[in-house]
């Protein structure tokens, strides 16, 4: 069977669910799994309206500026603010954002996981994601005062600090 464009990108695939893209190997454990907490005021005030304000270093450059251009759509919502704001926030997402210069080495992890050219819009679809939860039984996530991947806070207690640590870890029984 030759390489075909198809099949290839089936490789890609698999490879980036398995935490090995082009190379990177993730293992366990690592470095403290800490993301700098939102710092830009107009960031903090904005995007955390609706949920926890995400730390910029869990997405990539291109998934922020997508997401910065189709606030009228944010998940079915309309988050659109004007000009000037989404300018600002738009800048700081990007200068702080997973493959940016400042990003630590968690956030180099997230970033190596996403595709060339892809430009995620959930943290909780990001391969490196998957990875870290993967020993999370798929009922867990159906909790109500669960309901969502996106509820970090749910179950890492200092996330609104950036920090995910294990010992900071609780689980909702319901
Ligand atoms: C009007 C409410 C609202 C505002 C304001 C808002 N969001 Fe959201 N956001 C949502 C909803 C709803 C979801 C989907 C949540 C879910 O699936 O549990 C979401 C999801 C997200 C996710 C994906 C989380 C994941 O990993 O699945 C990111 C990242 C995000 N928002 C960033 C932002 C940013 C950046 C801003 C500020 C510019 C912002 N949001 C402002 C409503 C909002
Ligand atoms: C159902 C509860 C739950 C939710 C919701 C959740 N996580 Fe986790 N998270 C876990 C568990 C359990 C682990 C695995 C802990 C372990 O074995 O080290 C984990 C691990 C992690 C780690 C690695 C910690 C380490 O010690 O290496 C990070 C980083 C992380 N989660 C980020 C997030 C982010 C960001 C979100 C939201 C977008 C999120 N998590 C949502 C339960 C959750």
Redesign the pocket.
């Known amino acids: 069977m030759g390489l075909t464009r198809k099949n290839l990108s089936v490789l890609f695939a698999t490879l980036a669910a398995s935490g090995v893209w082009l190379g990177t190997s993730w293992g366990d454990g690592g470095p403290t799994p800490t993301f700098p907490a939102v710092s830009h005021k107009a960031?903090a005030a904005?995007?955390a309206?609706?949920?926890m304000a995400?730390p910029a270093g869990?997405?990539p450059t291109r998934s922020?500026t997508r997401?910065?251009r189709e606030?009228d759509n944010?998940?079915?919502?309309?988050?659109s603010?004007s000009p000037e704001e989404t300018l600002a926030?738009t800048r700081y997402?990007t200068d702080n954002a997973a493959d940016s210069p400042r990003a630590n080495e968690r956030s180099r992890r997230i970033a190596s996981g996403v595709a060339p050219g892809d430009s995620p819009?959930?943290?909780?679809?990001t391969a490196y994601f998957r990875y870290l939860h993967d020993e999370v039984p798929a009922g867990v996530w159906k909790r109500a005062k669960i309901?969502?991947?996106?509820?970090c806070i749910a179950c890492h207690t200092r996330a609104e600090s950036g920090s995910f640590a294990e010992r900071e870890i609780k689980i909702p029984k319901e």
Do not use: K, V
């Open positions: 960031t904005e995007c309206a609706c949920h995400y869990l997405l922020w997401m910065m606030l944010h998940f079915g919502e309309d988050a603010l926030i997402l819009q959930r943290i909780s679809e309901a969502s991947r996106a509820n």
